[in-house]
């Protein structure tokens, strides 16, 4: 099953390459949350491809695709849905709202107000809505692409950490080499990539695929390695909020899924050193004294991964 995982993981990559030029890293990245059922949030700054990046996606995948673009006077009635009264039957009908897809671009999520923003919340973790007293299942699978702009503040609003805890992982596309620049100045004289991409994968194959990568094997090393790396962001002196056990869950299914794109059946504690930083950016919260070093989580990751012991053989 991880050779048919693998097959299927180039494929997708092979086909959104053929609009995001050379970011291999950040789209592999992004398949691994697309084989986790996770949600992923790319943020970077403007112009960089965040929303071709998801919109390729969806467009690899044979799902249902919706795009939510997020500004300061959406309501949450205008995420869920909402239940209107037919004149003809007497009775309230339910409107499904956008995020009633099989694929959410959520552009600019944190142009939204919390109100907004905390309608995700019980779609993303539960793949559900309550609308009017009324819960809808999400169809399956069910994956929400978030973008978000780090630079500009003016009318923003940071998303809560309960939001960013239910991101698998956060991702990055930063800026293009000089060739690869020059590669996306010649693919788009005449029309844009995009227009072109089909889909190269079914919903039948991507289920199968997030079923399979459960069956890879976690050594009872690996587990403690990521337990072992909880517990620091926990007690580092410079961390004011650790990772929770999501993010030990989260590691550890992410990890699952790069072994099975690969091509193996068990993970390495290599899977877990290369997937913390996304997997675990988001869910830290300095203290005080980091802040004002100017550290960044993803620093402090970096040096806890030199220092937790690795298991080997």
């Known amino acids: 099953m991880t050779a048919d995982v693998k097959t299927l993981a180039q494929k997708i990559i092979t086909n959104v390459e053929r609009v995001i030029v050379g970011k291999r890293a950040t789209v592999e990245l992004a398949v691994v949350g697309l084989l986790c059922q996770g949600h992923l949030l790319v943020e970077d700054v403007p112009g960089v491809g965040k929303t ?91 994956l929400v692409l978030a973008t978000q702009n780090p630079i500009e ?6 998303l809560p950490e309960a939001q960013l805890d239910r991101f698998l992982l956060r991702v990055r596309l930063g800026y293009p080499e000089t060739n690869d620049e020059i590669a996306i100045l010649d693919r788009q ?23 399979a990568i459960k069956a890879v094997h976690v ?22 909020l650790g990772a929770s056990p999501r993010g030990s869950l989260t590691l550890y299914r992410a ?27 988001h869910r830290l919260i300095l203290g005080p004294a980091a802040r004002l070093r100017d550290q960044s989580a993803e620093q402090l990751l970096r040096e806890l991964l030199e220092t937790v012991p690795v298991p080997t053989l």
């Open 52 to 142: 071709m990046l998801a919109r390729s996606l969806a467009r690899s995948l044979d799902c249902s695709f919706s795009r939510i673009q997020f500004t300061p006077d959406m309501l949450p009635s205008d995420v869920t849905g909402v239940s209107i009264f037919n004149q003809n039957t007497r009775q309230f009908e339910f409107r499904p709202g956008p995020v009633l897809a099989q694929v959410v671009l959520a552009d600019e999520i944190n142009r939204a107000t919390p109100k907004t923003q905390a309608a995700l919340l019980e779609a993303m973790e539960e793949r559900q809505v309550t609308v009017d007293g009324v819960t809808h299942s999400l169809p399956a699978p069910f």
């Open 153 to 158: 503040y003016q009318g923003t609003f940071p």
């Open 189 to 211: 004289q005449y029309h844009h990539p995009i227009t072109e991409l089909e889909p190269v994968v079914t919903v039948e194959e991507l289920l199968a695929a997030q079923e």
């Open 219 to 240: 050594a009872p090393p690996v587990k403690r390695y990521i337990v072992d790396l909880m517990q620091q962001t926990r007690h580092h002196p410079d961390v004011f």
């Open 255 to 281: 990890g699952q899924a790069r072994a099975a794109m690969q091509g193996r059946d068990f993970v390495l504690p290599d899977d877990i050193k290369g997937l913390a930083v996304p997997a675990l950016g």
